[in-house]
């Protein structure tokens, strides 16, 4: 019965609109091809399309929102909208708080409000709601307790010598004295001894709305994702040197550590996972010793 009463809305605004079209330009003009979709996290896109050279022309559009379909300007006309938009505008990102179906409707004005209502014109045929999120728990990670050593006892793989300095634009170089005594050391090797997969941060693993955590995604996904690591050293250089937020530089620093150590560059590797050892302790710890046990040696 519901499908039913939604055909012949339809069908009868379909009517209603074909014999008002040739009226349009002396009446007040209707956007068409209203759709609603579900965005990232609680967000919902609504889009449409403006009425080619409106006469009158449109001076705003004033955007409705209910739980129930609208199929007429009395449902709406008491509400207050939840946006006035400029004439130009095409399309709204809203923001709700709970699983119910939404319907949308875009009203024009010009010297007057438009109070035609046509299904799938300017009002939504199909209600849409948010997705719930199925949050799976953080797998705890088992921390190794610290190897003491005695005095007089070795160190089952000795560490080698880095000067470090603080700070990411300094060319570092492994001491010739430590490197000639680390090389009966150097037999395991990335790609033979151990197989090693990037990580990625929780955040980076969608496709944000915009800003900084964009910027960062989208080098993650043209050049880091496709084993572009030479190309991603570059951007993620480009991006750490930008007024970014501290979150995105600090995570930009670490994936940065991830392509040196793709590319062979352990020593490189090394300095970039220590700049962030402190906001990312256990993920730094585990990639300085990957990059430690695969150190070369030239």
């Known amino acids: 019965m519901k499908k039913l009463f939604f055909v012949m809305a339809i069908m009868f605004s379909t009517l209603v609109f074909v014999s008002a079209q040739s009226n349009q330009n002396a009446n007040s003009p209707i956007v068409q091809d209203i759709q609603s979709q579900v965005g990232n996290g609680t967000k919902i ?3 449409w399309v403006l009425p080619k050279n409106p006469k009158p022309a449109i001076t705003k559009l004033l955007l ?3 739980t129930r379909p609208i199929t007429s300007y009395e449902q709406i006309k008491s509400l207050k909208p939840i946006a006035e938009l400029s004439p130009e505008t095409t399309g709204y990102t809203d923001s709700v708080k709970d699983f119910n179906d939404y319907f949308y409707c875009v009203i024009s004005y010009t010297n007057k409000a438009c109070e035609l209502v046509f299904i799938s014109m300017n009002t939504t045929v199909s209600g849409v709601h948010l997705t719930p999120v199925v949050v799976t728990p953080p797998k705890v990670q088992k921390v190794e307790p610290e190897k003491l050593y005695e005095n007089d006892q070795l160190r089952e793989t000795p560490l080698p010598y880095i000067d470090y300095v603080e ?12 490197a000639s005594s680390t090389s009966q050391f150097s037999s395991k090797k990335y790609g033979q001894g151990q197989i090693v997969n990037p ?5 980076d693993l969608i496709s ?3 800003g900084d955590d964009y910027l960062l995604f989208d080098i993650l996904k043209n050049t880091f994702v496709q084993e572009k690591y030479e190309e991603s ?5 480009k991006l750490t040197d930008r007024n970014i937020s501290e979150s995105v530089q600090k ?5 940065m ?6 590319t062979g560059d352990y020593a490189a590797a090394v300095r970039s996972f220590l700049h962030v050892a402190q906001d990312y302790p256990l993920e730094s710890k585990k990639w300085i010793n990957y990059s430690l046990d695969n150190m070369s040696v030239k």
């Open 45 to 47: 896109n609504v889009f």
């Open 64 to 66: 409705y929102r209910n």
């Open 167 to 178: 700070g990411l634009n300094t060319d570092h170089q492994i001491s010739e004295d430590t």
């Open 199 to 203: 990580y990625f941060f929780e955040e």
């Open 208 to 210: 944000p709305d915009g």
């Open 233 to 237: 050293i570059v951007e993620l250089k």
């Open 251 to 255: 995570r930009a620093v670490f994936y």
């Open 257 to 262: 550590g991830e392509a040196q150590f793709f």
